[in-house]
């Protein structure tokens, strides 16, 4: 098997419940990952639309997480006190901020990407944004699960 990632809420492709957008109870979804490749010493979690009219639109970024999870629970952005780093969205915010596009817009696509990473942590420092740990897990990245969800208002 390979690298996977995906949630019990929705599958692959599929529309995000409600719960989990900033319409309804903007939570983080529950997600789970499998066969990570040897040497994976922790993760690094984002989540992005490249259908926002600005371009892409970064939701959540979650780091430093250790390389035995399997998991992240619904909810997951209260978990910083188990040393989770959290990054600053594009709203500004260090939390999961569902999704919320435009209404008429039509569909919009969130991308889940969850990267191993060949580092125990990828960074200590308050304030970086979704953007600037994308790109440092990609320096870092063994590989790459990517979980798609959809959403309409």
């Known amino acids: 098997m390979s690298f996977s990632l995906r949630s019990p809420a929705f599958q692959n492709g ?52 250790a390389g035995s999870r399997r998991a992240l629970p619904e909810g997951a952005e209260q978990a910083k006190a188990e040393g989770l780093g959290l990054a600053i969205n594009d709203l500004g915010n260090a939390r999961y901020d569902g999704p919320v596009p435009p209404r008429g817009h039509g569909v ?20 970086l944004s979704v953007e600037d740990i994308g790109k440092a897990a990609q320096e870092h990245a063994l590989a790459e699960a990517e979980l798609v969800g959809t959403y309409e208002r």
């Open 14 to 65: 599929e529309l995000i419940p409600r719960r989990y957008t900033a319409d309804g109870d903007n939570v983080s979804p529950p997600l789970e990952w499998s066969d990570p490749p040897p040497g994976t010493q922790s993760f690094a979690l984002i989540v992005e639309d490249p259908d926002a009219p600005s371009g892409t639109f970064r939701h959540w970024g979650v780091y430093n997480i």
């Open 108 to 127: 919009h696509h969130y991308h889940f990407r969850l990267f191993a990473l060949d580092t125990e942590s990828l960074a200590q420092a308050p304030k």
